[in-house]
């Protein structure tokens, strides 16, 4: 298989996380004593980027940090990973980003966090052009609605490539019911839309598959999937649906697993698989992501990755290869 050349646009950012005994948070004059805390590499698009870099993907993300020690320590774990960092600059202006993540009883987990450098990650036309020109596929994260630009270099990024017939991927998470004007200039120029039930719900104001139907009319991608957690995944594309139930995993901590999730199908597709095998793949990553800590428990490989989805579907009898 080839390397398909993919950028992420989107946050680097150090995430802190701590693991609770209790699912019950409220903000009162107490303290919450954690059974567990560490510091992990974070951040949308490092994610995904070393997720799809350990399938195969030749990976690079566009983002900006802090000129702090902790940029210094996300730029070289990416480095580390075989990501590439020519377009990943750094500012003095804000600290890189941070994430403290509370992780409760189950996996399931509260983000609260800053996104410092985050927000000025606005790239001019001339970097625009340099990755359009040189990409199989360009992923965006909704976050970057929230830039001092507003949006402005998300949407210039997406519509360059698109024009270019450069596959191009976005990730809904950021957006909100105020970001219709923004979403608007992106109709048609997404080739692929992510956007997992809480964040639909954000976005449009119901939780649903009908509710992820009319947002798909409304943008306008080739593709538009739906991750449901525990329930699996789902493709919408034109009059047609697929679904493929989730992997039955022990979930500690689901911090990345949207991002895992993405890199997954995004590979595949870049592959040539159909949406069922993309669906496969993105719920395995996933799952495998849920099973440990922090965002980056990924496979080593292609391989393992196959090597899971054949075990555990073996387990419970549901998915093959």
Same mark, same amino acid.
């Given at each position: 298989?080839?390397?398909?050349?993919?950028?992420?646009?989107?946050?680097?950012?150090?995430?802190?996380?701590?693991?609770?005994?209790?699912?019950?948070?409220?903000?009162?004059?107490?303290?919450?004593?954690?059974?567990?805390?560490?510091?992990?590499?974070?951040?949308?698009?490092?994610?995904?980027?070393?997720?799809?870099?350990?399938?195969?993907?030749?990976?690079?993300?566009?983002?900006?940090?802090?000129?702090?020690?902790?940029?210094?320590?996300?730029?070289?774990?990416?480095?580390?990973?075989?990501?590439?960092?020519?377009?990943?600059?750094?500012?003095?202006?804000?600290?890189?980003?941070?994430?403290?993540?509370?992780?409760?009883?189950?996996?399931?987990?509260?983000?609260?966090?800053?996104?410092?450098?985050?927000?000025?990650?606005?790239?001019?036309?001339?970097?625009?052009?340099?990755?359009?020109?040189?990409?199989?596929?360009?992923?965006?994260?909704?976050?970057?609605?929230?830039?001092?630009?507003?949006?402005?270099?998300?949407?210039?990024?997406?519509?360059?490539?698109?024009?270019?017939?450069?596959?191009?991927?976005?990730?809904?998470?950021?957006?909100?019911?105020?970001?219709?004007?923004?979403?608007?200039?992106?109709?048609?120029?997404?080739?692929?839309?992510?956007?997992?039930?809480?964040?639909?719900?954000?976005?449009?104001?119901?939780?649903?598959?009908?509710? #992820?139907?009319? $947002?798909?009319? %409304? !943008?306008?991608?080739?593709?538009? =999937?739906?991750?449901?957690? /525990? &329930?699996? +995944?789902?493709?919408?594309?034109?009059?047609?649906?697929?679904?493929?139930?989730?992997?039955?995993?022990?979930?500690?901590?689901?911090?990345?697993?949207?991002?895992?999730?993405?890199?997954?199908?995004?590979?595949?597709?870049?592959?040539?698989?159909?949406?069922?095998?993309?669906?496969?793949?993105?719920?395995?990553?996933?799952?495998?992501?849920?099973?440990?800590?922090? #965002?980056?428990? $990924?496979?080593? %490989? !292609?391989?393992?990755?196959?090597? =899971?989805?054949?075990?555990? /579907? &073996?387990? +419970?009898?549901?998915?093959?290869?």
């Amino acid at each position: 298989m080839s390397e398909k050349r993919v950028f992420v646009y989107g946050d680097l950012n150090l995430d802190v996380i701590y693991f609770l005994d209790t699912d019950d948070l409220v903000f009162r004059d107490v303290s919450y004593v954690a059974r567990r805390g560490l510091y992990v590499p974070g951040g949308v698009a490092g994610n995904l980027a070393v997720a799809a870099r350990r399938l195969g993907s030749r990976t690079s993300v566009m983002a900006k940090v802090g000129e702090d020690v902790v940029g210094m320590v996300l730029v070289k774990d990416l480095e580390t990973e075989g990501v590439g960092v020519r377009y990943v600059a750094a500012t003095r202006e804000e600290p890189t980003g941070t994430m403290s993540i509370l992780v409760k009883p189950g996996g399931g987990r509260v983000i609260i966090g800053y996104r410092g450098a985050n927000k000025l990650n606005t790239p001019s036309n001339e970097v625009i052009e340099s990755v359009v020109s040189s990409a199989d596929a360009v992923f965006a994260y909704g976050f970057a609605a929230r830039n001092v630009d507003k949006g402005e270099s998300l949407v210039g990024l997406l519509t360059r490539a698109s024009r270019e017939s450069v596959v191009t991927g976005l990730d809904l998470s950021g957006f909100n019911k105020g970001d219709r004007s923004l979403l608007l200039k992106l109709k048609k120029n997404v080739t692929y839309a992510f956007i997992n039930m809480d964040e639909l719900e954000e976005l449009v104001g119901s939780a649903s598959v009908s509710a #992820a139907e009319a $947002l798909y009319k %409304s !943008l306008e991608p080739e593709v538009l =999937f739906l991750k449901m957690g /525990g &329930r699996g +995944s789902m493709a919408i594309a034109g009059d047609k649906k697929v679904s493929v139930k989730a992997f039955n995993v022990r979930a500690v901590d689901t911090t990345g697993s949207g991002d895992a999730f993405n890199a997954g199908v995004l590979y595949s597709l870049l592959e040539g698989f159909d949406l069922e095998k993309a669906l496969l793949y993105g719920n395995a990553m996933g799952a495998y992501k849920a099973m440990g800590v922090g #965002a980056r428990h $990924l496979p080593r %490989s !292609l391989r393992e990755l196959e090597e =899971f989805i054949e075990v555990v /579907g &073996r387990l +419970s009898g549901r998915h093959a290869l």
